[in-house]
């Protein structure tokens, strides 16, 4: 096998998961860089590294629901650049703004096994300095957004692109439940906002939903905390009628009052577990999805074509990030942006900036 020489850093910053025990933390390493190039593969400078829920999840004792990478580094999403590019790498060249898919099993989404290699999961992350992956993990990131705001793509953006169906055969007039302001709530709030899908967005915050009111006049909200009845406020909010898209962030707890705001063929979009793995319902409230004619699908973020469609549709309509992104942090403040992430008080996403 032949190799092309990589003139650059020898070494790596990177972040690293300690062993237990739990609660487990992130601490800083030095580690060494290859110093070839296989034909396929790319040196990545990553500029931005994105972090989302999972990855303080995996900090606590059975905080995520499957096995990840003893020791493992940490976070999936970023934005990176080209710096050098192996003999038949023909995609890409040096230079070019690129970040790799969530999975890296996962990239026609027409796989039918059930292998997964998640990054920052299964595998080892993209919290670090410098990167060597194979050139079909990744893809070309849209222009108009900065390095920060391209790091939230790949999870937040890809998890929302799915959970809105990939924006297929919208109808023209569709409303969506957007649970809590976390990073995939506010991608699918600026989709909806660019597809003409009236979002209904929920947080405990009066403040957050004020602000995301100047996202445009469509923008509905509800705070869950002074109107815990969610469902039938998305019923009064829509006369009646109902939302044809729920994107559940809650988790299996809140199925029964999704059911109930659905229209018929509605959609949930089954994406986290912030409200814990457990739910106590009687299982004879699934009846309603068949008088709906409704579906509840397991969201797994997407596949690299899926981030390709994406990254085209938000350049087609000029989408801003801006507003995804709550907070940046330096790279040595890394296990502060940790912190803030699990302190709650994010709308949008948190950014470490490399």
Request: glycine share 10%; net charge negative; proline share 5%.
């Amino acid at each position: 096998m032949s190799h092309s020489p990589l003139p650059l850093p020898s070494t790596t910053r990177t972040y690293r998961r300690t062993a237990p025990p739990y609660p487990l933390t992130i601490v800083p390493s030095t580690e060494p860089l290859p110093q070839s190039l296989d034909p396929h593969s790319l040196l990545l400078r990553i500029h931005a590294v994105s972090l989302n829920y999972r990855d303080i999840a995996m900090l606590q004792e059975n905080g995520y629901p499957v096995p990840v990478l003893a020791g493992g580094i940490p976070a999936s999403d970023c934005a990176a650049e080209v710096v050098a590019v192996g003999e038949k790498v023909s995609k890409f060249q040096v230079g070019d703004r690129v970040a790799p898919t969530f999975d890296l099993a996962c990239l026609t989404g027409e796989e039918r096994g059930l292998e997964m290699r998640a990054l920052g999961g299964e595998v080892e992350g993209v919290l670090r300095e410098w990167v060597v992956l194979e050139e079909e993990v990744l893809v070309r990131l849209p222009g108009g957004v900065s390095w920060e705001e391209a790091s939230t793509i790949a999870c937040a953006g890809v998890t929302a692109w799915s959970a809105l169906g990939g924006l297929r055969d919208v109808r023209k007039d569709a409303v969506a439940l957007l649970q809590g302001t976390g990073g995939v709530s506010m991608f699918a709030l600026l989709l909806c906002l660019a597809a003409g899908i009236k979002p209904i967005i929920t947080s405990s915050s009066d403040e957050k939903l004020q602000k995301l009111k100047e996202l445009g006049d469509d923008v509905l909200t509800i705070n869950y905390k002074t109107t815990p009845d969610v469902a039938a406020e998305a019923l009064r909010l829509t006369d009646g009628q109902g939302v044809d898209f729920v994107v559940n962030n809650v988790g299996l707890s809140s199925l029964p009052e999704d059911m109930k705001m659905l229209r018929k063929y509605g959609r949930i979009a089954l994406i986290g577990f912030l409200g814990g793995l457990e739910a106590r319902f009687d299982a004879s409230e699934l009846m309603t999805l068949l008088f709906k004619r409704a579906s509840i699908q397991g969201i797994g973020v997407g596949s690299r074509k899926d981030f390709e469609d994406l990254n085209r549709f938000l350049e087609e309509r000029k989408v801003e990030l801006g507003s995804i992104v709550d907070r940046v942090f330096e790279f040595e403040d890394a296990p502060e942006a940790f912190e803030y992430l699990a302190s709650g008080k994010h709308k949008g996403k948190v950014v470490v900036k490399v």
